[in-house]
Structure formats: structure tokens, C-alpha cells
């Protein structure tokens, strides 16, 4: 699927935000705890979304579509602990079904995630399941999960990790007794999922902002939830009104979740302001904007999932910015093509700016691998031309699109079904707001 933008448009207009992908994905698993219905509210009706639901209509899960963006979920007829191979392991979140399942079960078969970016660390939720007590065994497909000796434990994360903490949460909802979960992600993304779970009946507390209480029941009930807007949607919108000279309203924002992003913003003397759950932004034709420096972190730091687009935007800034990402090693695949339109990108080793190289990425071997290239230094401003794209995965698509919204002339990007597959109606909020693209499928 094709997209082709011609740039240098203002975006003027409202949007509103689409409730958070990530959010929904985890609460599908969570509602398996339940044999009555469940009902998710402002759930996005998108592919990565669609493509969960099937693996648990594959396990005999009912799931209804009351509408657009409400779907009512039922798993009183689940038949089976063995997840479908083929859906599953495109998902990294079918993993997290191992709770629900262990709990209905007492067993569990996963099959393994197979990433388009390798290998990721698993050992966290191996940990984990080890840790309550859960038998795990594993062959180059599969993870064999059994109940054996439920256990109370007081669990610790290296680095935080936010699927490592949505995992430990789902694994120990059902655990009687109290599990501690010390040094847990902090995300918002993790308080819903929170919040959720407790209208189902469970006992779950943050009683420090990085340790959770588990106080497990066997008992989960029938609720109706609202998911949570999505935070990297409003930052890829207001992105998009800086770098097009644009005055975009952006409705549904938690003002409290983008606080690593608006003192940014400040320290640009970007204009924006707040009204309620409204975000305006705007920036005028003779506005300037300055260079900061920008370093990935958990919650409440910079969304690791935000540097790619605001890459694009210190291309339209004065002076020279550095991204440094302290969670991934492998988040700059957007940076060749950026360059090819005339972004002046540089890859560097943390050590070459002065700063320390942090890894949280526990499959990372620094010994053999050598220092990574996590730091991306941003010269502005430049002027993006127009060019041919290709979009790899859903994190450098939203950065090449708002790129080529501030180029001159036209740019087709190709790949634009992993944009669809993951953002609303992107294109179509787009167009609302004057942005001339269109789709050739």
C-alpha cells in the first residue's frame, strides 16, 4: 500500500485521539480472567488489534462488535490452553495470555514470538513464571507453561520493563496471597491495566511509584472500561502541526502523560496551551524554533516510541539536538531514509557525545556486540525534499510521513499498511486537516 503526500501544507483543524493500541491489546488478555461479559470502550478498530482478537476466537473466546470502537468480550466458552501457531507468534502480546491461561488451566503452550527484529529478551517472563512457581519448559517454537506450587514472592526487575511488569501482573492476579512487584514500570499504560483489573474484582496497588501489591483472587467478575487515549497519537499530531506551520486542536489528551514531552516543547519556545483535555499547538510562518537534547526513559521519561518522530521535527529547528535512547539498540532504522531527503542524521556511539552507554536491553551483549549506536545527532534546519520511502515497521512510518508533510514536492511512501495497521483512521484525520495525500492500495 502506497502513500503519497505533497508537502509544505499547514494542518489546521481538530482531531481526537484514539484510545491507546497498547493499552487495548493488554486488556483483551486481562478480560480472560472473566466468565462474564466484558465490555471495552474506545477500543481502536485496527489490524494489530483485529489480528489479537482471532487468537482468542481461535481458543473459543467470544468477542462482539457492538459498535466502531466497542466490542463486548465473553470467555465463559474458552476450550483450550494451546494457542493458535500461526496468529500467535506475530504477536508479541500473545504471551501475556500465559496468565489467564495458567489460571483456567493450570497449563499453558505459547508459541514464540518471531520478531522482524530479532530476538527479543524474554528472560524477564521466564523469571517471572519461574518465580510463582509455574514450570517452564521450551523448545525453538513453543513454551510449555504448568501450574505446579503457586508461590508468594517478592520480585525484582533489573531495568524496568513495562511488558515485564504487565506480565508479572497478569501471572500473579490469581496467586493467593501478596506478590510484590519492585522496581515495576510506571507507565500509564500500566495504571490502566491496573484499573481494569481491579473492576474485575482483583486487589492490585502501586503503593510506591515503582512497587505494585498483588493480593490474589480466584474470583473475577463481568465490568465496562474505558481504555485510555493514546499518548504517542497526540505527540505524532502536534509533531505534525510544528514541522507543517501548522494550528491543530488535539481532543482526548491526558495533559499529565506528555509531561516529558511538553517541557520540551517549552524548551523549544514551542506555542502551545491546555485547555482541559485539549491540546492546542501551533506555530506561525517566521517562528523559530530551538535545538534540544532529548534521552529516552521509563516512565516518567521520554517515550522511547516519540524520538522517531521527534527526529524529524529538530530537522526544522535551529542548531544541533542529540536523541540518545536508553531502552532499544535498534530504533534508528528511520535514519538512512531521513538523510535521503536531506536530513543532516549522524549515528554515534554514546561515548563520541560524552555520555554513558546505558543498555536496558538484557539480550545485548556488550562484550561482543561493542558499544551501540544509540545516539542520533539532529543538525536543523534542513530542507526535506521529496523522495521515494519505504516504511519498515509502524515506528518509522509515523516519522516518514510527518517528514514528508514538511518536504517540498511529493513523496510516495510504500508500506503504508503498517501505519494502517496500528494508527485510526490516520489518513483520514489527516485530510481533515488539510493535508493532501491520498492512498494507492
Request: glycine share 6%; net charge neutral; charged share 25%.
Amino acid at each position: 500500500m502506497k502513500l503519497v503526500v505533497d508537502g509544505k501544507e499547514p494542518l489546521v483543524g481538530n482531531i481526537k485521539t484514539s484510545g491507546s493500541r497498547n493499552t487495548a491489546l493488554k486488556l483483551l488478555v486481562a478480560s480472560l480472567f472473566s466468565n462474564e461479559d466484558v465490555t471495552l470502550e474506545n477500543i481502536p478498530n485496527v489490524g494489530i488489534v483485529l489480528s489479537d482478537i482471532e487468537i482468542l476466537k481461535g481458543i473459543g473466546v467470544g468477542v462482539t462488535w457492538i459498535s466502531q470502537n466497542k466490542v463486548l468480550i465473553n470467555a465463559s466458552s474458552i476450550s483450550s490452553y494451546e494457542l493458535p501457531y500461526d496468529l500467535s507468534s506475530k504477536s508479541r502480546t500473545s504471551a501475556l495470555l500465559a496468565g489467564p491461561l495458567l489460571y483456567r488451566f493450570g497449563k499453558a503452550l505459547i508459541p514464540k514470538f518471531k520478531s522482524t527484529f530479532g530476538a527479543r529478551p524474554v528472560n524477564r517472563w521466564v523469571s517471572s513464571w519461574e518465580a510463582l512457581g509455574f514450570e517452564v519448559k521450551e523448545d525453538n517454537n513453543y513454551y510449555f507453561l504448568e501450574s505446579k506450587k503457586l508461590l508468594n514472592v517478592s520480585m525484582s526487575f533489573k531495568t524496568s520493563t513495562v511488558m515485564g511488569t504487565e506480565n508479572a501482573l497478569l501471572s500473579s492476579v490469581f496467586v493467593p496471597g501478596e506478590t510484590y512487584i519492585n522496581n515495576a514500570a510506571s507507565e500509564p499504560e500500566i495504571d490502566d491495566l491496573i484499573l481494569f483489573l481491579n473492576s474485575m474484582g482483583a486487589d492490585v496497588k502501586r503503593v510506591e511509584e515503582r512497587k505494585i501489591v498483588v493480593n490474589g483472587t480466584q474470583t473475577f467478575k463481568g465490568t465496562k472500561h474505558r481504555i485510555m487515549p493514546d499518548r504517542s497519537e497526540a505527540v505524532t499530531f502536534a509533531i505534525a502541526s510544528l514541522v507543517t506551520y501548522g494550528d491543530i486542536k488535539i481532543e482526548d489528551v491526558v495533559s499529565s502523560d506528555l509531561l516529558s514531552f511538553i517541557r520540551k516543547l517549552e524548551a523549544m519556545g514551542a506555542s502551545f496551551e491546555f485547555k482541559g483535555k485539549e491540546l492546542r499547538i501551533w506555530r506561525r510562518k517566521d517562528q523559530a524554533l530551538n535545538a534540544v537534547d532529548v534521552e529516552t526513559a521509563p516512565a516518567p521519561g521520554f517515550m522511547t516510541e516519540w524520538q522517531a518522530p521527534f527526529a524529524v521535527l529538530l530537522t526544522q529547528t535551529k542548531g544541533a539536538g542529540i536523541i540518545h535512547d536508553t531502552i532499544y539498540t535498534d530504533r534508528f532504522s528511520y535514519v538512512r531514509e531521513l538523510n535521503r531527503m536531506g536530513a543532516k542524521i549522524s549515528l554515534l556511539k554514546p561515548s563520541e557525545v560524552g555520555l554513558a552507554a546505558v543498555i536496558s536491553d538484557d539480550s545485548y551483549d556488550v562484550n561482543v556486540k561493542g558499544e551501540p549506536y544509540t545516539v542520533a545527532r539532529v543538525e536543523g534546519p534542513t530542507q526535506l525534499r521529496k523522495e521515494k520511502l519505504f516504511i519498515s515497521d509502524l515506528r518509522d512510518g509515523a516519522a516518514l510521513i510527518l517528514a514528508a508533510l514538511a518536504s517540498e514536492g511529493r513523496s510516495e511512501i510504500y508500506g503504508y499498511e503498517h501505519i494502517a495497521s496500528s494508527f485510526e483512521k490516520f489518513d483520514e484525520k489527516l485530510l481533515s486537516l488539510g493535508a493532501k495525500i491520498s492512498i494507492v492500495p
